[in-house]
């Protein structure tokens, strides 16, 4: 079936109305749609922004059991994080550091139309004083600052722990003041509040205290035009007790230090009326009170004190998205607009108004002209500086009127209005679709910058045309990353909203091979040529040339024998291989097996359920799967609610080895290559241990989670060149660990990010996927080798070989013997003392080195 014949169906059945279809590319140097083939494009699903199923898989499993993450959970990590690296004993100059890769930025799926792309933009401001200063908050990367007009962005918020941005603003009357208001309301963790600037955005500090809800999501954030200090904040959710709620309006009036709440409610904006800095306008969509009144536009006179309704909305679904926004004119501040809408019985219903007496009274303004899907996610509303009958829509695409809302221009162009729906127009549009923030350069109503779900785009002429400035920006949100087995220069990786992207390092660039939101990646390990990746649900996709060319589709969702009411599939269903021949698995409540890597999918268990099936807390779907290479028939599953599942023979029967493991959500589960009974497996969520093994299949799981910061653990990886050494990505970073020692933070070089995957090549080079800052890499280190030792039978033992560094350990006969190391060098290690010091004995001694990388050396024998 067509896009044309299905989009009209999901907008009326879906709460997640559409977004763009994910769309296979043939090759980087080839990805403009007018070069692709028509076989791709009809194997490509019809894609939709599922942004609550999306948001349920990064939030339900780090709540998991329980309704919401602990409050100040994360902070206590981080700085958790920080006494780990003063306690460390670790030689800051032999410490491994990572080195992004990017994306910075990509080339886009749709070059000659995005330009190149980033990840998603939140918020965008500009200097009141300096129009060359601007500012932009990401979703999941932080603030980044230019000075040159967005030509060029550096990160400036690596210092804080929260690098979900909300809103931003400059204080106008002192422009060296800017604030941000932390969270993001789309998705991710909820924010720390208010951070301030006092050097026009280059550092930044935690201000705001605990009268402020934290954590929350600031969806606004303004500042008085007269007045630096004092701040409005619409906070659209916080966290109460155990569970995220909503939150309200809110007032500071010493820099953002203390606040009060003046109105409860689901907070979507506020506005201030540029003549009168006491009236204001907030936009709710929802009311704290008795029987949850509808949503509304609300009206202060007396600077935020107090508030009267302005205009009362409809009552929608407060279980499903909604929005609230208000614009006033610059030009005629009596000029107001509220555009607002919501779900009643799973169709969405949009409004937007005017009133032209300060908001005493609003007219109907309908919403024809404009693209209302995904009201909520990508939503704002904004009025022209300079003319009251202009302003702004943000939707999918960036919608204008200058007649006062009775006509519209689509000034990006992704959806054209084809007489009955928007139907996908990519070959049409001038920046990446899913706006979330339009920001004027101060003192002009033709230059704007905006942001979306692809980066920031600026316009220099009304928006007739846009350019990228993403280049330099790191942004990109990875749920995945996949390395070539032949060629350390070629990785794979899933990205949110920017689909998979390839990379290729010798000329240092990712280019997207396929749009959408991209999952799991797999190459054949019989021939890495052909590679197989995965969009949302049960939508599985076979590429060759590494990665390169769309081949064909060989799993839909109704190939394991779901639907959409919903399919029981995880948002990013679990696909895996074996590391040995081309076997492919795939989970969703139950585990799949794809043999012929096309399209045959068989259920080894058939109606087995490996999960805790469907209960009080959910739909349990798989999550996790580990499959050992020396023994094909032992796999491993984990599911989303906690359950942990073996097979000896291939799959046909399971055995229940959740046994002593927490009650929390299993992120992923990895075997020693050679021994088919140690497992290691990781766990999501907060109060529980992170990181387990089994040494006897699963029988019994020891915590190893030891000194771990309290923090979720989303992926683990077993050192291809020393299977002692294991590294654990989580959601402030990389920690390692060599046999049973304590862990050690790898985090050197990374901001405290979320490390969604960790992938090697067999040579020793490490890569980390992030949520919301690209890819990093960890080079491949010599590993180091004793190639003789020698005694001279009195005092000194001299150990030669090679790669050994600068926080070398010496271990002779399983005993430390480092403190009497009297010199070192990368080739030969001294030891100066008596034999019974030095624990050598008659008969064979074993002699090891340890790099402070974790890297070990051979064990050599010495006879006495």
Request: with cysteine; charged share 20%.
């Amino acid at each position: 079936m067509r896009l044309a014949a299905i989009v009209i169906c999901m907008t009326l059945l879906l709460p997640d109305a559409l977004h763009h279809k994910p769309s296979p590319a043939t090759s980087p140097q080839t990805v403009a749609p007018s070069r692709e083939s028509e076989e791709a494009r009809e194997a490509a699903p019809d894609e939709f922004e599922d942004t609550d199923g999306r948001n349920d898989w990064f939030t339900y499993q780090r709540a998991y059991p329980f309704a919401a993450i602990p409050a100040e959970a994360r902070r206590r990590a981080w700085e958790a994080l920080g006494r780990m690296h003063t306690q460390s004993r670790v030689k800051a100059t032999a410490v491994r550091r990572w080195q992004p890769i990017g994306p910075s930025p990509t080339v886009s799926a749709f070059s000659a139309n995005w330009g190149n792309t980033s990840g998603r933009i939140n918020a965008i401001a500009v200097s009141p004083a300096d129009a060359r200063i601007v500012v932009a908050g990401s979703s999941t990367g932080g603030i980044w600052r230019s000075t040159d007009s967005g030509a060029s962005f550096v990160p400036v918020s690596d210092n804080q722990v929260d690098l979900a941005v909300g809103s931003l603003a400059f204080a106008k009357n002192k422009p060296t003041l800017v604030y941000a208001g932390m969270g993001d309301s789309k998705l991710g963790y909820l924010g720390s509040g208010v951070l301030k600037s006092t050097d026009a955005g280059l550092t930044w500090a935690r201000v705001s205290n605990t009268t402020l809800p934290s954590p929350g999501t600031i969806a606004k954030l303004e500042v008085d035009p007269t007045n630096s200090n004092r701040l409005y904040v619409a906070q659209y959710s916080r966290l109460a007790t155990d569970k995220v709620t909503s939150s309200g309006l809110y007032v500071s009036s010493d820099g953002g230090v203390n606040w009060t709440k003046t109105l409860s409610g689901a907070a979507r904006d506020i506005v201030i009326d540029p003549s009168n800095p006491r009236i204001l306008f907030g936009g709710l969509s929802r009311l704290d009170a008795d029987n949850d009144p509808p949503m509304r536009v609300a009206r202060s006179t007396d600077a935020g004190a107090t508030w009267t309704t302005s205009f009362n909305g409809d009552s929608y679904d407060v279980k499903l998205r909604q929005d609230c926004r208000v614009a006033i004119s610059p030009a005629n501040p009596q000029k107001v607009y509220a555009y607002y809408g919501g779900f009643i019985d799973d169709h969405l219903f949009a409004n937007l108004l005017a009133s032209t007496d300060g908001g005493a009274t609003w007219a109907d303004l309908g919403t024809g002209g404009f693209d209302t899907a995904q009201l909520g996610y990508n939503t704002y509303l904004v009025a022209d500086p300079n003319d009251a009958k202009t302003f702004y829509i943000g939707s999918r695409d960036l919608f204008r009127t200058t007649d006062g809302g009775a006509t519209w221009a689509n000034l990006t162009g992704n959806f054209s209005f084809n007489g009955s729906f928007y139907e996908y127009t990519p070959g049409a549009s001038q920046a990446h679709p899913d706006q979330h923030a339009l920001a004027f350069v101060p003192g002009s109503a033709s230059n704007f910058y905006i942001g979306c779900d692809g980066g920031i785009y600026k316009t220099t002429n009304h928006g007739a045309t846009f350019q990228s400035l993403n280049r330099g920006l790191t942004l990109t949100q990875f749920t995945s990353i996949a390395i070539h087995p032949n060629d350390a220069t070629i990785s794979l990786g899933g990205t949110q909203d920017n689909g998979t992207q390839w990379r290729y390092a010798q000329n240092n660039a990712w280019y997207e091979v396929f749009s959408g939101d991209g999952g799991r990646v797999v190459y054949n390990p019989l021939d890495p040529n052909v590679v197989f990746i995965t969009y949302i649900r049960g939508n599985v996709y076979r590429y060759t040339g590494g990665g390169l060319y769309f081949d064909t589709q060989i799993a839909f969702t109704s190939s394991f024998g779901e639907n959409s009411d919903p399919p029981r599939v995880a948002f990013y269903a679990p696909l895996v291989g074996n590391g040995v021949d081309a076997t492919l698995y795939f989970g969703t409540w139950r585990l799949f097996i794809n043999r012929d890597q096309s399209f045959t999918w068989t259920a080894p268990a058939g109606e087995l359920d490996l999960t805790k099936g469907i209960n009080d807390k959910g739909r349990d779907v798989l999550s996790a799967i580990g499959v050992a290479r020396s023994d094909l028939n032992v796999i491993y599953t984990g599911s989303v609610q906690g359950r942990a599942m073996a097979t000896t023979d291939g799959g046909a029967t399971w055995r229940d080895i959740t046994n002593n493991l927490p009650d929390r959500s299993i992120t992923s589960i990895k075997v020693d290559p050679a021994n088919p009974f140690v497992a290691y497996l990781t766990m999501s969520g907060f109060d529980a241990g992170h990181a387990f093994k089994t040494t006897d299949g699963g029988a019994a799981w020891r915590d190893i989670t030891g000194n771990l910061p309290d923090v979720p653990a989303n992926t683990l990886l077993i050192d291809p060149l020393d299977t002692r050494v294991i590294y654990l990505g989580t959601d402030i970073g990389v920690f390692r660990m060599t046999g049973d020692t304590a862990w050690q933070p790898l985090t050197s070089g990374m901001p405290p990010v979320v490390v969604t995957e960790l992938a090697a090549h067999p040579s020793g080079l490490i890569q980390a996927a992030t949520y919301g800052r690209g890819a990093f890499e960890l080079p491949a280190v010599a590993q180091p080798k004793i190639t003789s030792v020698t005694w001279n039978g009195k005092k000194l033992l001299i150990v030669e070989g090679s790669a050994f560094d600068s926080g070398a350990r010496l271990v002779i006969n399983d005993i430390d013997r480092t403190d009497f190391i009297r010199s070192l060098s990368d080739t030969t290690i001294r030891l100066k003392s008596k034999a019974k010091a030095l624990g050598l004995k008659a008969g064979d001694n074993t002699i090891r080195v340890t790099n402070s990388d974790g890297a070990a050396t051979n064990v050599f024998v010495l006879q006495i």
